[in-house]
C-alpha cells in the first residue's frame, strides 16, 4: 500500500513507517512544516520515499495529523486523521475540527482523547502507541533527573514547566528536547533537540524519569523511558494514569508526593532499578511495535476496502 502523510510527529511517525508499506512524505525546498521530507535525528527506512507533493499521485490513502491538510488531499483519496492531541478550549465540550463528517475516520492514539474529544457522528478508533524499542538501557548512575518534552518555554503550565524548580531542588534537571534553551533556573540544564540514540544514551544515565504535563496527550518519551528500564515519576493527568501501573512508578496530582519520590530515589539507586524493570516490562507489554503495526494494518485495509 502508498500512504502519503505529512512529517509533522516526528517519533509517532518513526513507528508508523516501519511497517510494510511505500510512504510517501512531502518535501518542498524549504523544508518547512508543509514539506519537512524525511527525518534528520530519527532513523527511517528506505520505504519512505520524499517527493514534491504534487508528482505524488499513486497513494492509496492519505494519513493527516492537522485540520489543513484535509485540502492537500487528492480528491476521492481515502483520509484516516490521526488525533495525537487533548482538546482546547471549552473542555470537555470542545469539537473537534473534523466533527461530523462521513468521508474520513478519526484515530485516536488514546483512548483519553477519544472520550474529550465531541466529534459528533465521525467514526472514530483508538489505536494505541506502539514504538521501536530503543537501544539504551537504563544505567541511573548519575544522580540527575531527566524530562523529555519540546517547548517548555513557549508552552509553560501545559508541559508543566513552572513545576522544573521544586525538582531541581532534589537534583539536577536535565531537559531535552526541541525549543528547551530559553529555561533558566539553577540546576537546570537544556539539551537542544540531540538525535534520538543520542538522547536516549543520555537520558538513561539519569537516575530517574520526570512526566510534568498537565494537558497533553500520553507523551512517548514517557514509553521511551520506561521501555529502557527507568523509574518514572508522573502527574496523575490524562493517559498516564493507564500508562504506568503501580509499581512501575509513581503517579500522583499532589506534586510534593512526587519531589519525596525523587528524593527516595536518588537516595535509593536499588530501589529506582526494581522500579524500572517493572516499568520496562509494563511498557513492551502494552507499547509494543508489532501490536501497533498490526493495529494499523487491520485500520488501513478496512479503512481502504471500505472506500472504494
Excluded at 2 to 29: A, C, E, M
Excluded at 65 to 83: A, F, G, H, N
Excluded at 266 to 289: N, V
Amino acid at each position: 500500500m502508498n500512504i502519503l502523510l505529512w512529517h509533522v510527529h516526528g517519533s509517532w511517525t518513526t513507528s508508523f513507517v516501519q511497517g510494510k508499506h511505500r510512504y510517501l512524505v512531502p518535501v518542498n525546498d524549504a523544508r518547512d512544516q508543509w514539506g519537512r521530507g524525511r527525518a534528520r535525528t530519527f532513523d527511517w527506512p528506505a520505504s519512505v520515499e520524499e517527493l514534491p507533493l504534487e508528482e505524488i499521485r499513486d497513494a492509496d490513502v492519505a494519513i493527516i495529523q492537522r485540520p489543513e491538510e484535509i485540502d492537500l488531499v487528492p480528491p476521492s483519496l481515502p483520509v484516516i486523521y490521526v488525533e495525537h492531541n487533548t482538546p482546547k478550549g471549552d473542555v470537555p465540550n470542545t469539537r473537534h475540527p473534523m466533527a461530523d463528517r462521513d468521508d474520513l475516520v478519526i484515530a485516536h492514539v488514546t483512548h483519553f482523547n477519544q472520550l474529550f474529544w465531541d466529534t459528533g457522528s465521525t467514526p472514530t478508533t483508538v489505536i494505541e502507541h506502539g514504538i521501536v524499542e530503543p537501544a539504551a538501557r537504563f544505567s541511573g548512575e548519575l544522580e540527575r533527573l531527566a524530562i523529555v518534552t519540546n517547548e517548555p518555554v513557549r508552552r509553560g503550565r501545559v508541559t508543566g514547566t513552572d513545576l522544573f524548580p521544586q525538582f531541581a531542588s532534589v537534583a539536577p534537571l536535565d531537559v531535552f528536547g526541541m525549543g528547551v534553551r530559553g529555561l533558566s533556573g539553577d540546576r537546570i540544564t537544556a539539551h537542544e533537540d540531540p538525535p534520538q540514540r543520542v538522547m536516549h544514551e543520555q537520558v538513561a544515565r539519569r537516575r530517574a524519569y520526570l512526566h510534568l504535563c498537565r494537558w497533553t496527550s500520553l507523551g512517548l518519551s514517557l514509553i521511551e523511558a520506561m521501555q529502557m528500564g527507568m523509574p518514572v515519576l508522573a502527574l496523575a493527568t490524562t493517559e498516564a494514569i493507564a500508562a504506568v501501573p503501580e509499581g512501575a512508578g509513581v503517579l500522583s496530582t499532589k506534586v510534593s508526593t512526587l519531589v519525596e519520590a525523587a528524593h527516595w530515589l536518588i537516595e535509593e539507586p536499588d530501589q529506582a532499578r526494581r522500579m524500572g524493570e517493572r516499568a520496562r516490562r509494563a511498557a513492551l507489554a502494552r507499547y509494543g511495535l508489532d501490536r501497533f503495526l498490526a493495529d494499523w494494518d487491520h485500520l488501513l485495509e478496512e479503512h481502504t476496502c471500505g472506500s472504494r
